[in-house]
């Protein structure tokens, strides 16, 4: 999982790569490189850690070329290292960068070195240069040598290459993998994602999967598998990713997190009417099509599985549709038996999860009632795989750490729980409260913000701690796991959620002075058990700090009771995850890590 980008232009290509790379760094930052095609001779620079290195690099070297490929990259095969690093080349003329996984590495490996080539990295990608070369060496064209060589790939791939006797082209070939074309003045592009050439192109070609592309500055050419021309829909550049920046915040977690308000509302917004939810916006004959349902099935990765999680008890009680939940990567392999009528639902922001795709591909030969996307990137594979979906409407999420892309999509499946029990005709009081609620939540999330002044002061208090534990009950477990999911991504602590009532039965012999213990207790109807549970925390000597509501009965220091603003049943879960993701934001920034981009991880994890 990398991103990857190339350019042919009519001006110097350097700085065009690197700005395009930096916007990528979400899809993995452990090494980056790029190739530039100069007259003279093609120069390759390649460092170690992030794209500012690489930039670094350049400002020294001031290459430069009209066409050149680039690569950021999260290590699969082969450690993150300077070898390691793409794009890789073979014998001084092709050289390829690559996102995806080759499968039949081992095969090609041994056949490539048998042909005398020799590899020069531990890397599965390096073979395609050399397959591209020795398929060239036997009188294809550099496009033809590329079509030929993916015939023998097995995997998912999105490949941009470069061709030194080819000065100012740059092809391209894609497989499973996101892969598109921008076309600009002058100028055109291949790039993983839009966002990698807002503001240079005006608008792109998605490339299917076997497609292939050469480009020129002047020139954009599409191929289809078979290898003949075809023609792929135009798309203008949504204006707001434009310009993505931090806007004066220290980090984009933090402004991702301050913007969800707006975000929340965008994801609402023309979507009801009073008290009710407009038919089909999950898609035309959607509405009708979830008259049918009788069960569903959620599939998702990581914060995603989350918000499934959490919606599980609103498909309970407002369609009374029982819900199964699979983490994606774990979905296909446990042969799911499928019953009739059974709504496959799958939750992504990125809509490129290979796992969250690979859940859905094979849902597809299943006998579900159809298949339903909630994500946050419109032109996403997952959209265009579904039968219907809904864009959750957060705007670009950067920072590694979700949360944006998380509250949103928990409106977007409350607006499904609502269209579902809209068309069964029940629950319709129910319904009209919680769409009322989802139209004051952000005004809610905004009146949650005013606590961060009060986790300022237990902030100190958590970040020289090596482990936390955080607890809730019903839907507040799992916004709980989402909780403790954000310290741990982004501090480092070690941190677990369990449900209140589990504690006993093994957790509680981590409590002591050392761990601290994140509690969420709005007043539902199980905060008589909570309470019970979070004294057995206090009388084992536990620090509990807890958020709840003003009413509480819980005894505890004021420092250490977070008061909540008083929220509706149904946004209340949104609500409650403003805090914890400020806790943890505040934490990693006092433990000083990297946050937007935290170690070993990555925003779009597009292999399995
Ligand atoms: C990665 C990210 C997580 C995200 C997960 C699923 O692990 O670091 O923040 O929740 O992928 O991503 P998706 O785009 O499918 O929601």
Same mark, same amino acid.
């Given at each position: 999982?990398?991103?990857?980008?190339?350019?042919?232009?009519?001006?110097?290509?350097?700085?065009?790569?690197?700005?395009?790379?930096?916007?990528?760094?979400?899809?993995?930052?452990?090494?980056?490189?790029?190739?530039?095609?100069?007259?003279?001779?093609?120069?390759?620079?390649?460092? @170690?850690?992030?794209?500012?290195?690489?930039?670094?690099?350049?400002? /020294?070297?001031?290459?430069?070329?009209?066409?050149?490929?680039?690569?950021?990259?999260?290590?699969?095969?082969?450690?993150?290292?300077?070898?390691?690093?793409?794009?890789?080349?073979?014998?001084?003329?092709?050289?390829?960068?690559?996102?995806?996984?080759?499968?039949?590495?081992?095969?090609?490996?041994?056949?490539?070195?048998?042909?005398?080539?020799?590899?020069?990295? =531990?890397?599965?990608?390096? @073979?395609?240069?050399?397959?591209?070369?020795?398929?060239?060496?036997?009188?294809?064209?550099?496009?033809?040598?590329?079509?030929?060589?993916?015939?023998?790939?097995?995997?998912?791939?999105?490949?941009?290459?470069?061709?030194?006797?080819?000065?100012?082209?740059?092809?391209?070939?894609?497989?499973?993998?996101?892969?598109?074309?921008?076309?600009?003045?002058?100028?055109?592009?291949?790039?993983?994602?839009?966002?990698?050439?807002?503001?240079?192109?005006?608008?792109?070609? @998605?490339?299917?999967?076997?497609?292939?592309?050469?480009?020129?500055?002047?020139?954009?050419?599409?191929?289809?598998?078979?290898?003949?021309?075809?023609?792929?829909?135009?798309?203008?550049?949504?204006?707001?990713? /434009? =310009?993505?920046?931090?806007?004066?915040?220290?980090?984009?977690?933090?402004?991702?997190?301050?913007?969800?308000?707006?975000?929340?509302?965008?994801?609402?917004?023309?979507?009801?009417?009073?008290?009710?939810?407009?038919?089909?916006?999950?898609?035309?004959?959607?509405?009708?099509?979830?008259?049918?349902?009788?069960?569903?099935?959620?599939?998702?990765?990581?914060?995603?599985?989350?918000?499934?999680?959490?919606?599980?008890?609103?498909?309970? =009680?407002?369609?009374?549709?029982?819900?199964?939940?699979?983490?994606?990567?774990?979905?296909?392999?446990?042969?799911?038996?499928?019953?009739?009528?059974? @709504?496959?639902?799958?939750?992504? /922001?990125?809509?490129?999860?290979?796992?969250?795709?690979?859940?859905?591909?094979?849902?597809?030969?299943?006998?579900?009632?159809?298949?339903?996307?909630?994500?946050?990137?419109?032109?996403?594979?997952?959209?265009?795989?579904?039968?219907?979906?809904?864009?959750?409407?957060?705007?670009?999420?950067?920072?590694?750490?979700?949360?944006?892309?998380?509250?949103?999509?928990?409106?977007?499946?409350?607006?499904?729980?609502?269209?579902?029990?809209?068309?069964?005709?029940?629950?319709?009081?129910?319904?009209?409260?919680?769409?009322?609620?989802?139209?004051?939540?952000?005004?809610?999330?905004?009146?949650?913000?005013?606590?961060?002044?009060?986790?300022?002061?237990?902030?100190?208090?958590?970040?020289?701690?090596?482990?936390?534990?955080?607890?809730?009950?019903?839907?507040?477990?799992?916004?709980?796991?989402?909780?403790?999911?954000?310290?741990?991504?982004?501090?480092?602590?070690?941190?677990?959620?369990?449900?209140?009532?589990?504690?006993?039965?093994?957790?509680?012999?981590?409590?002591?002075?050392?761990?601290?213990?994140?509690?969420?207790?709005?007043?539902?109807?199980?905060?008589?058990?909570?309470?019970?549970?979070?004294?057995?925390?206090?009388?084992?000597?536990?620090?509990?700090?807890?958020?709840?509501?003003?009413?509480?009965?819980?005894?505890?220091?004021?420092?250490?009771?977070?008061?909540?603003?008083?929220?509706?049943?149904?946004?209340?879960?949104?609500?409650?995850?403003?805090?914890?993701?400020?806790?943890?934001?505040?934490?990693?920034?006092?433990?000083?890590?990297?946050?937007?981009?935290?170690?070993?991880?990555?925003?779009?994890?597009?292999?399995?």
């Amino acid at each position: 999982m990398c991103g990857i980008i190339g350019a042919a232009s009519s001006r110097s290509v350097g700085k065009i790569l690197v700005n395009g790379l930096k916007k990528m760094e979400y899809r993995g930052y452990d090494s980056a490189g790029l190739i530039l095609n100069q007259e003279e001779k093609a120069v390759q620079i390649r460092t @170690l850690g992030k794209v500012s290195n690489l930039e670094e690099a350049m400002v /020294q070297e001031k290459p430069k070329a009209d066409s050149g490929i680039a690569h950021t990259r999260w290590a699969t095969h082969g450690a993150p290292s300077e070898a390691n690093a793409h794009p890789h080349g073979s014998c001084d003329n092709i050289y390829i960068v690559h996102n995806g996984i080759i499968e039949n590495h081992n095969d090609l490996r041994e056949q490539l070195t048998n042909k005398g080539y020799a590899i020069k990295s =531990e890397t599965d990608s390096e @073979l395609i240069a050399h397959l591209i070369h020795s398929n060239k060496s036997k009188g294809k064209n550099t496009l033809e040598a590329l079509i030929k060589t993916t015939k023998e790939l097995d995997g998912a791939y999105s490949i941009a290459v470069i061709d030194t006797d080819e000065k100012g082209k740059v092809f391209a070939a894609k497989q499973k993998s996101p892969l598109l074309v921008g076309k600009g003045i002058e100028e055109n592009f291949v790039a993983s994602d839009p966002l990698a050439i807002a503001g240079l192109a005006e608008s792109f070609y @998605l490339l299917e999967d076997g497609d292939f592309a050469e480009i020129t500055k002047t020139d954009i050419r599409i191929f289809g598998s078979d290898g003949n021309e075809v023609n792929r829909e135009e798309t203008p550049i949504d204006t707001n990713i /434009q =310009e993505v920046t931090k806007d004066g915040y220290k980090h984009f977690m933090e402004k991702e997190i301050y913007e969800q308000p707006e975000a929340i509302s965008r994801a609402v917004e023309g979507r009801t009417t009073e008290g009710e939810v407009l038919d089909n916006i999950f898609g035309l004959g959607s509405s009708e099509a979830f008259k049918n349902v009788k069960r569903i099935q959620f599939v998702a990765c990581g914060t995603s599985l989350h918000a499934a999680k959490t919606a599980r008890k609103w498909f309970e =009680e407002l369609c009374e549709t029982p819900c199964y939940i699979d983490f994606a990567s774990e979905y296909r392999y446990r042969n799911p038996l499928v019953e009739d009528h059974t @709504l496959f639902v799958c939750i992504s /922001q990125s809509g490129e999860t290979a796992d969250t795709m690979a859940a859905l591909n094979y849902a597809k030969e299943k006998k579900y009632l159809g298949i339903v996307t909630i994500c946050n990137v419109p032109t996403s594979t997952m959209a265009r795989e579904s039968d219907w979906k809904i864009f959750t409407n957060a705007g670009p999420e950067i920072g590694v750490a979700s949360t944006k892309a998380f509250t949103t999509q928990l409106a977007a499946l409350l607006l499904l729980a609502c269209a579902i029990s809209k068309i069964k005709k029940i629950n319709n009081d129910k319904r009209a409260n919680a769409i009322d609620d989802l139209h004051q939540a952000p005004d809610l999330v905004k009146e949650s913000f005013g606590l961060k002044k009060h986790i300022d002061e237990i902030v100190e208090k958590i970040a020289d701690k090596k482990n936390a534990l955080y607890l809730g009950r019903g839907v507040y477990f799992s916004i709980a796991q989402e909780g403790a999911l954000k310290l741990k991504e982004i501090s480092y602590i070690h941190a677990e959620a369990y449900p209140a009532g589990e504690l006993k039965h093994g957790p509680l012999a981590l409590v002591d002075e050392m761990t601290p213990v994140v509690a969420l207790a709005p007043e539902d109807e199980l905060v008589e058990k909570l309470l019970s549970n979070l004294e057995e925390v206090k009388s084992r000597g536990g620090t509990l700090y807890v958020f709840g509501n003003s009413g509480s009965k819980i005894k505890i220091d004021k420092g250490k009771f977070m008061n909540m603003p008083e929220c509706g049943y149904y946004n209340a879960p949104i609500v409650y995850t403003i805090p914890l993701q400020i806790l943890a934001y505040e934490v990693a920034c006092s433990r000083g890590t990297d946050l937007d981009q935290p170690r070993n991880l990555a925003k779009s994890v597009t292999v399995e």
